[in-house]
């Protein structure tokens, strides 16, 4: 996928300018480009007086190349006009001025380009004109994802969540998200639409009831469903993706056993008796799972019933009535009924951030000093490798009118830090004690006194400018900038059109900068992946307050 | 008995917490101090055995008990269909069942009652026959003008219901079709149905027709672009359609269902233009809100919110578009600070039709007093309800601690409606007065578009009746008990029912003091009770009985 900017360029300058025709065009799909093998139909001017043009083209599926009729075609050009593309799949706009235009295409069952990327819709741009010619419009077919499960009595399973996941890079780093959940009819059916082309992995379960699964149940000891990733398995680690290309309709058919559910039982204490408890079990992947739970205040007891067997996080968390939180992390390992389990729920922490600005530039003292400013935004990362990484922000305490920033409500446990400065400045360095939090995870251990980030700013940053290029052709990219320090989140930032690139604000430091095609599909905050790019690498030492130039060439994804 | 939890629940229940492991080895006994609840789950239909159906036993008591439902026990069916419960202490239990194709039923269930099971020394707990329904379908398909899959789309099912002993036609279940354009409504109890469908053209661009030229400059906010030539053959809508080929539900085919039955219900939409209507709101202040929807009442229960686009082309005057031509209600919202006001009217779409709401008499609001005459103060959760005698439409709002209540959220059409308090279940109806409004019974007749004022004079005291229904001196199980006012015409909310248990026995609560019939019918679950016509033939064979406030009475009862 080519980055927006790369699109604009090309396509402006390959409608437009005839040089440029020469250039090997790379078919881009849902985007326009000049249909070459039809030259006769040229559009020409309906009536050159008023100077009025007459937009032409056609919509094809990107995998068959077939036309597809009835597509909703909609140029913006000085006003809106939409039309559906006929049994040919063509269409014509006419009485247009000349112009850029935005075109978008769209049709149920198709994706545009850019639909991939959720803030923008399949667009893109042609030229209306004296010399305009007819564009060639690609949308990509969906992908479904469909099925049935049974029991190994053969009995179809009713009423069980199935769930897609797909692994994408957040920051470079891979992160589980879930796109789309589905529920088996009576017939154990599933079915799961308008899938954009991918890695998908989808698991089944866990029964919410296992009064959905008669056969299998029995007195003593319910039987149900357990969350299982496909093919088999129940840890996400281990499960296959299932690939889907544009236009795949796959059919995953399951065969699931019923396991003995367990009690998970005991006692809670340390909470407040007019606040509520709330419970949660998570697995191994860090996923929360819909297990009812019962909590008795009056007697501190709480019992889970219908747990399958399999390692756990039993979650608790309470408010302490006075505006703060209580929590409690156990350990569970399930493989019959559990009781006499203990929760013992303790305060979160409150982190209080002292930051410091040393201004050495004229006019930057104001980002040490300004009332209710703060220089840097600070986020707790969890650490762990769930669904859903959670953040913990920053907030504004007032104490004695004097502001300050806080990190509220932390829970015991291990947390990547990032400090993102709100002004032309740098972080020169956070420490949590002796920890320096620049190169290592911040430990929140239970119940512990509320000792302060202390977070030290610069304003002596340095910049970086160059030109990225491939076999001596400036071309458009992506910047990394990938600091030293570890826990550092690399910066990223794309090209203009002719391959410049201008990244200010740096930390002075030894960096590794690196020009990619798609910086969405690299896993950069993995040395192991990122090593292999690294012979593409320039190495640059910042020193404060330095501008430095460097020239790069680009490093292919996946190559 | 009345069962009035969601059979849901029930099955919930039995989860909560492992049943009691029966006594191990119990000392034989010469009086058994616990007994047997067997009997085998049939179809109804075909008395075919069903294996691999939960059957799931729950005490009675707790059922009224919010707070305790850790209770209930589960037994699955072996291949002949047959269940038990050992160990079973003494006391009423409400059985209900579930196998996959079938609906969730309780044993002999009809409406909301159930045939409780009565278990102690001489009682039959044993060889119970649960007839199960198989659940029937429909599904269907729905298609464009083009033939291609119409996904998304809104597919609406009606059940032709029998409840309050009058016939109504329901919205029950609501789903949208999938990529391919097909839904599915399952595990449906026999009866009639009707199938409706709102979607709209996936492609459908409406755009705005009106311009309005204020201090010589198009005003034009949001951006909104004008529709050009282009433009007007995709300015369609799908109107509601009903199947097959109906616009509306007299003109809909029902589709009657038996059990197991598989019904297919296939839609082709054909658009329709939509209509581009000016309104006229009121002028608003910095601290309102106005905002306009365009309903259509479906059905008895059902007002369904049109997919209307309504652009602001001025202040206090909107283009609404987006619907087909027809008669449809303009709702007008104003929100006035943390307050919401909804007006509804009845107008007709057509094109360049225009709407002033401005100054359109407001209909009639209802309030009132309720007052207790004992000049006790009301709970916090005092309701009361109207239903319109027509429509069978019924409106709740909330009572003051001092007794004021007001129906301001629903603005009424003229006609008779009947006042019943919700909350408290002991306070009863004596009498209603009004100085602007014709009252009788419990009914009022609103005649103008005058707003009226009732007062509802009100009682503590409800009496109770329990009893036994006998057939031939043998207890009867599983007869409809009807409780009837002695004017059966004007007084609905007068009516008890009940569903007598194994031993025969029923219990009405809540029973407003005065003269009544009692009635045992047996198989008289399908009667149009509520029709004067229709039980007026079973009143001579009833027990006639007098309920004085706070009374509770026995009463036997024989079967007809």
């Known amino acids: ?559 | 008995m009345l069962v009035q939890k969601l059979l849901a629940v029930l099955f919930l229940m039995t989860f909560f917490q492992r049943a009691p492991v029966p006594p191990a080895s119990p000392p034989a006994p010469v009086t058994p101090s616990t007994f047997r609840i067997s009997g085998r789950v049939m179809d109804a239909i075909t008395g075919q055995p069903l294996a691999r159906a939960s059957v799931v036993l729950n005490p009675s008591n707790p059922l009224n008990n919010p707070n305790s439902p850790d209770s209930g026990r589960v037994e699955v069916t072996d291949a002949e269909g047959v269940f038990a419960f050992a160990g079973v202490p003494p006391g009423k239990y409400v059985l209900s069942a579930r196998r996959r194709g079938y609906i969730d039923q309780m044993y002999q269930q009809h409406e909301s009652f159930t045939t409780a099971i009565i278990v102690g020394p001489g009682c039959e707990s044993e060889n119970l026959i649960f007839g199960l329904r198989a659940g029937a379908s429909i599904s269907g398909d729905l298609v464009d003008e083009s033939d291609d899959p119409i996904r998304h789309a809104d597919v609406m099912l009606y059940h032709q219901l029998f409840t309050g002993g009058k016939r109504r036609t329901l919205l029950v279940r609501r789903v949208n079709t999938n990529d391919e354009g097909h839904y599915h409504f399952s595990a449906l109890s026999p009866g009639t149905y009707f199938v409706a469908v709102l979607a709209q053209p996936w492609y459908a661009q409406h755009g705005v027709r009106h311009h309005v030229k204020q201090e010589n400059q198009d005003v034009n906010e949001g951006g909104l672009q004008p529709l050009n030539e282009q433009n007007q053959s995709l300015d369609v809508v799908y109107p509601i359609a009903f199947y097959s080929n109906a616009s509306d539900l007299p003109g809909a085919a029902p589709i009657a269902l038996r059990s197991g039955d598989l019904a297919i219900a296939d839609f082709r939409m054909r658009p329709v233009p939509a209509m581009h209507v000016l309104v006229k709101t009121p002028a608003t202040d910095s601290n309102q809100g106005t905002g306009v929807a365009v309903t259509q009442t479906v059905a008895d229960n059902d007002t369904i919110f049109l997919p209307a686009q309504v652009n602001q082309l001025a202040p206090g005057l909107m283009e609404v578009t987006g619907v087909p031509q027809g008669r449809f209600n303009l709702v007008l919202n104003t929100q006035h600070g943390n307050a919401m006001t909804h007006r509804s009217q009845s107008v007709q779409i057509q094109n360049d039709a225009e709407v002033d709401v401005t100054r359109s008499t407001s209909p009639p609001v209802v309030s009132g007093v309720l007052r207790v005459d004992d000049g006790s103060p009301l709970p916090q959760s005092a309701r009361v309800r109207l239903r319109s005698s027509a429509a069978g439409e019924f409106f709740d709002t909330a009572v003051s601690g001092t007794g004021e209540f007001s129906f301001k959220e629903n603005p009424l059409e003229p006609g008779n409606y009947e006042i019943m308090i919700i909350e408290p279940q002991g306070l009863f109806i004596r009498s209603l007065s009004s100085a602007t409004a014709k009252t009788s019974g419990r009914s009022f007749e609103i005649a103008t578009s005058h707003d009226v004022s009732i007062t509802i004079n009100a009682s503590k005291g409800n009496g109770r009746i329990t009893g036994v229904a006998f057939k031939k001196d043998k207890p009867a199980p599983g007869v409809m008990i009807v409780l009837a006012p002695l004017d059966l015409k004007s007084n609905p909310a007068l009516f008890r029912r009940d569903q007598s248990d194994s031993d025969g026995s029923f219990a009405l609560h809540f029973v407003v003091p005065g003269r009544y019939t009692l009635l045992a019918i047996e198989d008289g679950w399908d009667l149009e009770w509520a029709d004067p016509s229709v039980l007026q033939r079973y009143i001579a064979g009833g027990e006639s009985v007098q309920i004085a406030p706070n009374q509770e009475t026995e009463v036997s009862v024989k079967v007809q």
């Not at chain 1, 089944?204 to 088999?232: C, D, H, M």
């Not at chain 1, 390692?311 to 608790?316: C, D, F, H, V």
């Open chain 1, 1 to 559: 996928m080519l980055p927006r900017t790369v699109l604009f360029a090309l396509l402006t300058t390959s409608l437009l300018a005839e040089p440029y025709f020469e250039l090997p065009l790379p078919v881009i799909v849902g985007s326009v480009y000049p249909e070459t093998h039809d030259s006769s139909s040229l559009v020409s001017p309906q009536n050159s007086n008023d100077d009025k043009y007459s937009l032409r083209g056609s919509v094809v599926n990107s995998l068959t190349g077939e036309p597809l009729r009835g597509v909703l075609v909609q140029v913006y050009l000085n006003g809106q006009s939409s039309m559906l593309t006929g049994p040919d799949g063509r269409f014509q706009f006419d009485n247009l001025p000349a112009g850029q235009s935005t075109i978008t295409v769209r049709k149920p069952g198709f994706f545009g380009e850019d639909d991939f990327q959720p803030s923008e819709r399949g667009q893109s741009l042609a030229a209306t004109g004296p010399n305009s010619s007819p564009v060639v419009l690609k949308l990509i077919p969906e992908g479904v994802i469909y099925g049935h499960i049974i029991d190994d009595d053969g009995e179809p399973i009713e009423g069980l969540p199935v769930e897609l996941l797909v692994q994408h890079l957040q920051n470079g780093r891979k992160a589980w998200e879930q796109r789309t959940g589905a529920v088996t009819d009576e017939e154990g059916n599933f079915r799961m639409a308008e899938l954009p082309p991918g890695n998908y992995f989808l698991s089944a379960g866990p029964s919410r009831n296992p009064v959905t699964f008669p056969a299998k149940l029995a007195q003593p000891g319910a039987q149900g469903i357990p969350l299982v990733y496909y093919p088999t398995g129940s840890d996400l680690a281990a499960a296959a993706p299932i690939s889907i290309a544009p236009g795949k309709k796959a059919e995953i058919n399951f065969t699931l056993s019923p396991q003995p559910l367990y009690r998970v039982s005991g006692t809670i204490s340390g909470y407040s008796p007019s606040e509520s408890v709330s419970l949660l079990l998570r697995n191994s992947a860090g996923i929360p799972l819909a297990y009812n739970s019962r909590f008795d205040s009056a007697r501190g007891s709480f019992h889970i019933p219908w747990v399958p067997p399999g390692a756990y996080t039993l979650e608790a968390d309470a408010p302490d009535g006075h505006g703060h939180s209580l929590t409690a992390a156990v350990p569970l390992t399930v493989n019959a009924d559990v009781s006499g389990v203990h929760v013992i729920l303790l305060p979160t922490v409150n982190i209080p951030i002292r930051m410091s600005v040393i201004t050495s530039r004229t006019g930057t003292e104001r980002f040490g000093e300004q009332e209710n400013y703060f220089p840097a935004y600070v986020q707790l990362v969890a650490r762990n490798d769930g669904l859903s990484e959670r953040r913990y922000g920053s907030q504004q305490v007032v104490e004695t009118g004097a502001s300050s920033l806080e990190l509220q409500n932390i829970a015991p446990g291990i947390y990547r830090v990032e400090v993102n400065p709100t002004g032309p400045l740098y972080v020169q360095s956070a420490m949590f004690g002796t920890t320096n939090l620049l190169e290592s995870d911040l430990s929140v251990a239970p119940g512990s006194s509320p000792q302060p980030i202390e977070i030290t700013l610069r304003d002596d940053v340095a910049s970086l400018s160059g030109t990225v290029s491939l076999d001596n052709r400036p071309l458009s990219a992506t910047i990394l900038a990938i600091s030293e320090h570890a826990s550092a989140t690399p910066r990223m930032q794309p090209t203009d059109a002719a391959g410049g690139f201008q990244l200010s604000f740096l930390s002075p430091g030894m960096y590794k900068i690196l020009a990619v095609d798609h910086p969405d599909r690299l896993e950069y905050s993995n040395p192991e992946i990122l090593r292999k790019y690294l012979s593409k690498a320039r190495e640059v030492v910042l020193l404060p307050d330095q501008s430095a130039k460097i020239d790069l060439e680009l490093a292919k994804v996946g190559e």
